[in-house]
């Protein structure tokens, strides 16, 4: 009995020593699983970080950009009037002034000339500048004793490289009266020398606001160096503009800090990681085109794995706990736990991929709403509401050459797939539309780039229209798609539409384009499947039959507005679906063409026949409709130039070589605006379809053509074409400096 009790303590500790030896073995498996855990983890979240910073970076330079963009385009779009005024220089504050005003971003602007050039003046600069806390625009001249701008940087710069220059940033006392930075560029005369300068200043003050507020982590920062290594924004405020970066660097041994400094410096952009005072940080620097500006992250990587060592205390805790549990147990669970963490890693991590891929699409649909507050011609309302995350629905729209181009559509299946469809083709119909008027062509040139190679077999059904605003006539193209609703004065229908195939099914589909005309304050009503097909707790679709209605009831009571309708609709669809989960994105667009003829004041027609010694009675008539409407001389002067160009250019093409063809310029004013409408009856030629001219470019680089387009495009306020009835009709607004009575 006593040998049998022996045999069974033996066992139990071989079994005690087998445990031990499996927990010991458990416990370097689950360690060293947690070390190529932390170690992929780790790296990871670092190239998240560097995402995260990158992305920062990039939006951040994108809107410094933005305002660069404009001050630039501000002065280039001011050229050639300024050469205009060369020979009268004292209209040259009339151009700083406009500059100004047109132009919300530029806080100062002048016209420094060359000295010596001038022979009145040996000095002059008129400057006009935003006088801060008014909004006023004032006048003072910088030709002063005390201020003496030809030795300033905006003024020097410019001439030793004969380009346009951004200067550093200053405290412009005598000028600005505020930190600065200002964008020159040369100014040539009629025989090609140099002589003033033009420029736009921007108040450096929004800086502090947009880079010293940047937020990737909590205790993240970030800092701007200008390009000679001044500090411009920083978290420390008394670095701000009375540091610079080498002065640091002299003083720092800090290798890293100097490789940073010096890269910073160079305008390169990358990633670099210092250690200072047993504190390391991940710094990731780019630069700021055009401007010589260097941008920087600070990340204390702290911050950047915080996450993962509180995760990781989490496991080792888990470790010792499990431990002291059954063999059998301790690896079940150890398992388990492994094969969930990992599971909710990913779904964490997939569900975070679907909300920024959703910010991104959502992103991309309008979204200020009204568009455009200052037109009383279009009102529209959109709203995109995706089933899951991240849907296959869109919408567009934008305003070009007096005409709406608009779209709607709805990309095949759904999640991930059907969004980066979707996304790419928002993308091609304003990439497609910029250059292109006809709606079935826009929707060709899409379809055979979507279809090549289009081996996941995806589709979009798709409407694309085109309003032409002064005249309400409609041009579309329906592929696939369900025929929108038009509810007015005169009834609620649906639009007749052909049916087409989808875009991306078949290359080289032949699709046809039809048009119709819009009575002004009726809405066109556009919509997805995810309306008809709206599902209840039942399975009952919401169907066709139920729109209708709904478009009947609200024709009844007058109730056209964009914002109505789609409201009226968003509450039937709730209301029918109840608490049922949403089954398709749901996606709609309203557009209500509310053009009304206005009284006309004044209205003068010419016809000439296509022969170009007929022009200068071109001339006579347009100084007469000016004179009459209260133009100005130099306007014009603009004007004849403007339009003698677009009746020259129907003289010279619109007919065939020896052929007779009638040219009619009729001109009417409704007190706020003059129009001036060109017809022919030559062979259709849309001007309007020529791509915008670099003028940037030297004339052996430049293409040749564009220039007369480009003319008239920046004289008018607008300008827009249209073929009817066998006409080319070319319409040029230009707004009344006074009101008409």
């Known amino acids: 009995m006593k040998k049998e009790k022996r045999k069974l303590t033996d066992i139990e500790k071989k079994s005690a020593r087998v445990g031990l030896f499996l927990i010991f ?10 070390i190529t855990q932390y170690v992929f983890s780790q790296k990871g979240i670092r190239n998240e970080a560097s ?27 001011s050229i050639w009037i300024a050469q205009w005024c060369l020979e009268v220089p004292d209209s040259m504050g009339r151009v700083t002034e406009r500059i100004v005003k047109d132009n919300p971003v530029v806080v100062g602007s002048t016209v420094a000339f060359v000295p010596g050039y001038d022979k009145t003046h040996n000095l002059f600069a008129p400057y006009s500048y935003r006088e801060e806390g008014t909004g006023l625009i004032k006048y003072k001249s910088l030709a002063t004793r005390e201020y003496d701008y030809p030795s300033q940087e905006w003024f020097t710069k410019p001439l030793e490289f004969d380009a346009g220059y951004w200067s550093e940033p200053y405290v412009d006392e005598g000028g600005g009266e505020m930190l600065m930075t200002t964008y020159s560029l040369p100014l040539r005369d009629a025989k090609g020398n140099i002589a003033a300068v033009i420029t736009a200043d921007i108040s450096l003050d929004w800086l502090n606001d947009l880079v010293g507020n940047i937020s990737v982590y909590p205790n993240a920062f970030s800092v701007l160096l200008s390009r000679s ?80 060592r509180r995760v990781g205390m989490i496991v080792k805790l888990l470790q010792i706990l499990g431990i002291g549990m059954i063999i059998l147990i301790l690896r079940t669970v150890a398992k388990k736990q492994m094969e969930y963490q990992k599971l909710n890693e990913q779904k964490e991590r997939i569900q975070g991929e679907l909300q920024i891929a959703s910010a991104i699409q959502m992103a991309m649909i309008p979204k200020i709403y009204p568009p455009y507050p200052d037109r009383d011609d ?66 060709s040139n899409l379809n055979d780039v979507m279809s090549e190679d289009n081996e996941s077999n995806m589709f979009v059904t798709l409407f694309v229209g085109v309003l032409d605003l002064p005249t309400g006539r409609l041009h579309y193209c329906n592929a696939g798609h369900d025929a929108p609703f038009l509810i007015g004065n005169t009834g609620a229908g649906m639009l007749p539409v052909d049916s087409n195939l989808p875009v991306g099914v078949m290359p080289k589909w032949k699709f046809s384009q039809q048009e119709t ?26 169907e066709m039959d139920r729109v209708k209605e709904l478009a009947q009831q609200l024709q009844k ?168 009835g066998g006409h080319n009709i070319l319409t040029l607004i230009k707004k009344l400096s006074i009101p008409q009575e």
């Open 517 to 542: 005309v819009i009575d002004p304050d009726t809405s066109i009503f556009l919509y997805t499947d995810g309306l008809t097909e709206a599902e209840n707790m039942s399975h009952d679709q919401f």
């Open 378 to 443: 279009i009102d529209l309302f959109g709203k995109l509401t995706p089933a899951k995350e991240v849907g296959g629905d869109l919408f567009d729209f934008f305003i070009r050459d007096e005409k709406l181009f608009f779209c709607i559509g709805d990309v095949s299946g759904k999640g991930v797939p059907a969004s980066l469809y979707m996304m790419v083709t928002k993308a091609l119909f304003r990439t497609i539309s910029a250059r292109e008027a006809q709606p079935c062509k826009i929707v």
């Open 51 to 77: 995402m995260r910073a990158e992305s920062q970076m990039e939006t951040t330079k994108a809107r410094i950009m933005d305002v660069i963009n404009q001050a630039e385009a501000a002065v280039r779009n």
């Open 557 to 724: 009571d007058r109730s056209f507005s964009p914002t109505v309708i789609i409201e009226r609709m968003t509450d039937a669809v709730h209301a029918f679906v109840g608490e049922a989960d949403q089954s398709d994105d749901l996606t709609m667009l309203a557009i209500q063409y509310t053009r009304h003829n206005e009284d006309i004041v004044y209205q003068r027609s010419l016809t000439l026949s296509n022969d170009l010694s007929r022009i200068p009675r071109l001339n006579s008539f347009i100084d007469e409709v000016c004179e009459a409407n209260g133009f100005d001389a130099p306007t014009t002067m603009q004007l004849n130039l403007a339009i003698e160009e677009a009746v020259v250019n129907v003289m010279n093409y619109a007919y065939p070589q020896g052929s007779k063809g009638d040219v009619t310029i009729e001109a009417k004013s409704d007190g706020k605006e003059m129009t001036f409408i060109i017809t022919d009856t030559g062979k259709p030629f849309d001007p309007t379809a020529k791509p915008e001219v670099d003028i940037t470019q030297s004339a052996e680089d430049r293409a040749i053509g564009g220039l007369g387009i480009h003319l008239i495009r920046q004289i008018t306020d607008r300008i827009n074409y249209e073929r009817t």
């Open 25 to 34: 073995i458990a416990a370097i498996t689950l360690e060293a699983t947690s």
């Open 229 to 308: 290594g001044q500090v411009m924004v920083c978290p420390v405020e008394t670095l701000v503009m009375n540091t610079n970066i080498q002065d640091i660097q002299a003083r720092s041994d800090n290798e890293s800090f100097k490789d940073l400094s010096n890269s910073m410096l160079s305008g390169e952009s990358g990633n670099i990681r210092i250690t200072d005072r047993g504190i390391s940080s991940q710094v990731y620097f780019s630069p700021v085109e055009r401007t010589g500006w260097s941008m920087s992250i600070v990340i204390p990587e702290s911050e950047i794995f915080a996450s993962i």
